[in-house]
């Protein structure tokens, strides 16, 4: 076996091996703490929501976000008619590189008092809505669709 051979070859092994390893230190795993907090961040948000409080759920929206749009026009976002309650969250997907979640958010949704008719005969029903949410510095922030 040729020595001078062999030296370059683990030389080189043990570069790839710390380029692996130093591009995996900037990406978040998912870990289950990092789960909890997004469970967490996604009730506390929809408890916002039950009291109709649309000003305090814009805090849960992404730092890019809040820096466009300002608070007091968050509420314009929303339908006063329906009253939804949430019933359960599902993690459908993590993208480590990006750091974004997607969340299954089941919510029972009825209809307030002067929502039309056929609304109001339907009463409650049960929905599902997709979420988005990013990772931004170790906390979570729902990232809001833009129209």
């Known amino acids: 076996m040729n020595i ?3 030296k370059p070859a683990l ?7 710390l380029l692996i390893l130093f591009g ?22 929809w408890e916002f929501y039950a009291v109709r409080d649309y000003t305090g759920a814009w805090d849960f929206s992404t730092p890019e976000y809040r820096r466009i749009f300002p608070r ?14 949430l019933t359960g969250v599902q993690l459908l997907a993590y993208d ?8 299954a958010v089941r919510v029972m949704i ?16 049960p929905t599902t809505i997709d979420e988005t949410w990013k ?13």
Not at 24 to 37: M, S
Request: net charge negative.
């Open 4 to 6: 001078s051979l062999v």
């Open 110 to 125: 009825s209809p307030r008092p002067g929502a039309p008719a056929a609304s109001l005969a339907l009463g409650k029903s």
């Open 96 to 103: 480590v590189g990006a750091a974004v979640a997607s969340v």
């Open 72 to 85: 007091e026009s968050y509420y314009t976002n929303f339908h006063g008619l329906l009253e939804m309650e």
């Open 11 to 17: 030389f080189i092994a043990y570069v790839l091996t």
């Open 24 to 45: 995996c230190v900037g990406q978040a795993v998912l870990t289950q703490e990092l789960q909890d907090k997004l469970v967490e961040r996604i009730e506390r948000r």
């Open 135 to 147: 990772l931004v510095d170790g906390n979570w922030y729902y990232v809001d669709r833009v129209k």
